[in-house]
């Protein structure tokens, strides 16, 4: 692995703040919508994780402060963008899609909404955040890999919370009910590792905008699917 360098690109001293901000963006969104919407069931689960890698940041647990702060800031701007274009009457990108549309959907589960957007947001945003990164500080995604794996840290705890908390008590009803092994199949590891061979690929094509573009679309495309998969409606 490459050997982590020090960072001298110029980024503005009040990026340091930049992720409470990206919270606060979240408790307003929040605010306006009802409990059971399932982008707003995604962004308490979402906002939860940025509380609590604001709070890692401020307290020194990242290796590199800067990266770590840059890397999340452009990460959470790809969901805020998303919702900023469904606000305007605009299609989010495709990984979106799925959860917007089925949002109001009687049929679809609290835990479902919830893995629709960490689908979204981890096999697609990512990858395009971590590349995102790299252009602002003038870096190489090996630059960014101990942040990166932090960040993935924190998630899966708190994807074991969702879990636990979003899905009804281990019983032999449980056990038997579809949706147990629908969200059993998707792993958040998977999509991690998913997202870090994505950006790494990307870097590389960087100066290839044809076959960059594509490369992302594609990506785009697929992450969408499988978020349709996961908010297959149950009951009516």
């Known amino acids: 692995m490459a050997q982590k360098r020090e960072f001298t690109a110029a980024v503005p001293a009040q990026a340091r703040s930049e992720v409470g901000r990206i919270a606060e963006r979240m408790r307003a ?21 940025t509380e609590e890698i604001d709070r890692r940041i401020e307290a020194g647990d990242f290796p590199d402060r800067r990266a770590a702060t840059a890397l999340d800031v ?27 549309q089925y949002r109001h959907h009687p049929g679809v589960r609290t835990v479902q909404f919830a893995l629709a957007g960490i689908n979204a947001h981890i096999g697609h945003d990512l990858a395009l955040a971590v590349v995102d990164t790299c252009r602002a500080l003038e870096c190489e995604p090996a630059d960014l890999e101990n942040e990166f794996d932090r960040v993935g840290d924190i998630l899966t ?34 999509a991690r590792e ?42 009516r």
């Open 74 to 100: 452009l990460f959470a701007g790809r969901y805020l963008s998303a919702v900023a274009a469904v606000d305007a009457g605009r299609r989010p990108p495709a990984c979106w899609r799925p959860l917007f």
């Open 194 to 235: 998913g997202a870090w061979s994505a950006a790494r690929l990307l870097w590389r094509v960087r100066g290839l905008d044809d076959v960059a573009e594509e490369f992302t679309e594609r990506l785009d495309t697929t992450v969408g699917l499988v978020g349709r998969c996961l908010l297959t409606p149950w009951r």
């Open 29 to 49: 969104l929040g605010a306006r919508w009802p409990a059971s919407d399932g982008v707003a069931v995604f962004n308490r689960v979402y906002l939860t994780v």
């Open 157 to 190: 705890l708190l994807e074991e919370r969702i879990r636990e908390d979003l899905m009804p008590g281990p019983d032999l009803l449980e056990i038997a009910d579809p949706l147990t092994h629908l969200v059993g199949a998707w792993s958040l590891d998977r």
